[in-house]
């Protein structure tokens, strides 16, 4: 078996990442270091993330660089500040016991001048993202004509990006005889491109075919309607207690949504987009690394370059636009030998993107159903029990109460005493979970009953010159209700049903009480009808999301007063009633944010790049 020694690195080396816990190389450090400290070749490396790919190329740099010279002689570029900052740490790391060493960061968003700085008191590499670097090319305040290595990792990110023009005129700042390195997941054809264009007779290192996904990945996709698609992210966190997952959206409204969704749900989690500030972006960030949140809302663009070990799950809440993307998001899991799940909960209309994604990877998934509401009482009960075994007991500090708790419970017998303490939490899961129903797509059979709501009828429909939209309105300004109180609406001609949630079911009752419409009278009751059943009577049921919302904690004592609200647009409200833009023929339904915008807007690099000569693959 190889060691790093056997590879090729040396002492001083050595012995710095044995102080990092790497004990023996990973299967794509045993490929590439041994060839690319042979410094005879430029070469492309295919390797997803988290496969120890940093160590693969900062390794053999750090052996090869002459230190006692301040000359900048590599360039490491790559897509996000995330990940500059994360290759400068390691490649630090590797060489902190070589004097002299120095490794510097530039990226964006923060003060040029100090980069600047920085470079000038001598750096032998430079890492950097590719538009940071263009600026500081352009103010002439770096020398790049002694590189003798570039790398570009992470290059299919790169592109996507739209960092190509970018790449270009880094490149040609570089001498000819320069030896480039370039990293990247996929062998998409931009990446085949820059090869050709500035790389002479690479070789290819590879690990796994390429294209694939990771192989301890497992892939999942559930089927649901589109306004059960939050509900169902929720019954999966609640299925996994331990989960440690990010959940990836399409859009930063969405993203956002989501997020405010599962906090003001008990959840632990928090999200990251682009209308975040950085230090918002970076604080989070942290607690997510800390794992004081246990779920991260993303979006593609600002989850770039996010390399946390241990992500248990990844969820795609909705599919990304290209399938190359999914590579990408479920590649944050089974980082480091690991394994991970990544998770695709979809409406029927989407089975073919999934479809077509198992082409790209060349892997399955599997279809699962989501757990009933009994089943994740189950998992929770086991994990519940799971915790109390393994919690550390504090004999010092709780001994003085044990003798009037032995009291207290002195007429209980040993069974008793667990159902109850047990009772404590489990009861708060069984209440939520009671008249919960069976999440399914339209392929099983579904029921339309919302838990915790209560059908009711309104002498109010279309005939009275109201739509949807203009009912929520009513019902939410007549009684003084958040539009969250109420479910589903069917309109029809003279009259309509709704659902409200069962606490603000008097509130509503007795605001109709005197309430007129166009001096109309309005009658609101009960309906006495089955949910099922008006269905099959009145047809189509409006999508509005719905159910479930009451508010509940998970086991594991109180996480409020996380997450506190930020600004930045485009927050949407839960089922509010504006418009939902649909892409890809998908209905992402459950949410409808305002004004939904994509990472990377009009004129945004990515976007010049999607308008670029490379046609993207689209599903
Ligand atoms: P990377 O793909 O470079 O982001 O690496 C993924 C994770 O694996 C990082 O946390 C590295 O610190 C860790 N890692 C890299 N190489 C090794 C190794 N040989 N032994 C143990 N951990 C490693």
């Keep these: ?84 900052m994360q290759i400068t740490g390691d490649i630090t790391n590797f060489t902190k016991n070589i004097r002299g060493a120095n490794i510097v960061a530039v990226y964006g968003g923060a003060s040029i001048e100090g980069q600047i700085n920085q470079i000038k008191r001598g750096a032998q590499i430079i890492v950097a993202t590719p538009g940071r670097m263009v600026d500081i090319i352009n103010r002439k305040k770096v020398d790049l004509s002694e590189i003798q290595w570039a790398v570009l990792d992470e290059a299919d990110e790169m592109l996507n990006m739209g960092f190509k023009e970018d790449l270009d005129i880094i ?44 192989e301890n990945i497992s892939h999942i996709y559930y089927v649901v309607h589109a306004r059960d698609k939050y509900l169902a992210l929720k019954r999966i966190a609640d299925f996994n207690p331990d989960i440690y997952g990010i959940i990836f959206c399409r859009t930063r409204a969405e993203t956002q949504t989501v997020a405010d969704h599962l906090i003001k749900d008990g959840y632990s989690a928090d999200c990251i987009h682009g209308d975040l500030s950085q230090a918002q972006r970076d604080s989070v960030m942290k607690k997510y690394r800390s794992k004081t949140i246990q779920m991260l809302v993303a979006t593609d663009v600002a989850a770039r370059g996010i390399d946390v070990d241990d992500v248990t799950h990844v969820i795609n809440y909705s599919l990304p636009d290209e399938a190359e993307n999914y590579t990408h998001r479920s590649g944050r899991t089974a980082r480091a030998g690991k394994s991970g799940v990544s998770i695709a909960i979809i409406n029927m209309k989407e089975i073919g993107k999934v479809r077509f994604i198992e082409r790209i990877i060349n892997k399955k998934f599997t279809e699962a159903k989501i757990p009933s509401g009994k089943e994740i009482c189950e998992k929770q009960l086991f994990s519940l029990i799971d915790k109390s075994i393994n919690t550390p007991i504090n004999e010092k500090e709780i001994e003085p109460y044990l003798p009037k708790i032995f009291g207290q ?23 939520y979970y009671k008249n919960s129903n069976d999440l399914a797509g339209d392929r099983s059979h579904s029921s339309s009953h919302t838990a915790g709501f209560k059908r009711m009828f309104i002498s109010l429909g279309r005939l009275d010159g109201v739509d949807k939209g203009q009912l929520l309105n009513i019902l939410c300004t007549g009684a003084d209700l958040a539009s969250t109180s109420i479910g589903k609406i069917d309109l029809m001609n003279s009259y309509s049903f709704f659902e409200v949630d069962i606490k603000d079911l008097e509130k509503l009752k007795s605001a109709f009480e005197q309430h007129d419409y166009k001096g109309r009278k309005i009658k609101i009751e009960e309906s006495e009808k089955p949910a099922d059943e008006k269905r099959e009577r009145y047809g189509d049921r409006d999508s509005r999301g719905g159910g479930e919302k009451r508010e509940f904690r998970k086991f594991g004592g109180d996480r409020g007063g996380y997450g506190g609200k930020r600004d930045g647009g485009g927050r949407g409200s839960y089922g509010g009633g504006g418009d939902r833009k649909s892409s890809g023929g998908s209905d992402r339904g459950g949410f409808s944010g305002g004004g939904e915008s994509r990472e990377g807007g009009a004129g945004s690099r990515r976007d010049k790049f999607a308008k670029g000569s490379r046609p993207r693959k689209k599903f």
């Excluded at 480039?180 to 007779?201: C, E, H, K, P």
């Excluded at 419970?409 to 209440?431: A, Q, V, W, Y």
């Design 1 to 84: 078996m190889n060691t790093f020694e056997t590879l090729g690195i040396d002492g001083k080396i050595l012995s710095a990442i044995k102080d990092m816990g790497f004990e023996n190389p990973m299967p794509i450090q045993e490929k590439a270091i041994p060839e690319l400290l042979k410094n005879d070749s430029d070469y492309i490396c295919l390797a997803q993330t988290g496969t120890g790919k940093t160590a693969a190329f900062g390794l053999p740099l750090a052996q090869l660089i002459d230190f006692e010279s301040p000359k900048a002689q590599a360039i490491v570029l790559c897509p996000t500040r995330e990940l500059c």
């Design 171 to 214: 490149l040609s700042k570089t001498s000819a005889e320069k030896h480039t390195w370039l990293f990247s997941a996929t062998m998409a054809q931009g990446v085949a491109d820059i090869a050709r264009n500035y790389m002479s007779n690479a070789k290819e290192i590879s690990v796994g075919k390429k294209n694939q996904g990771a």
């Design 409 to 431: 419970l002195e007429h209980l017998s040993k069974e008793d005493i667990i159902k109850r303490l047990i009772s404590t939490e489990f009861n708060r899961f069984l209440e």
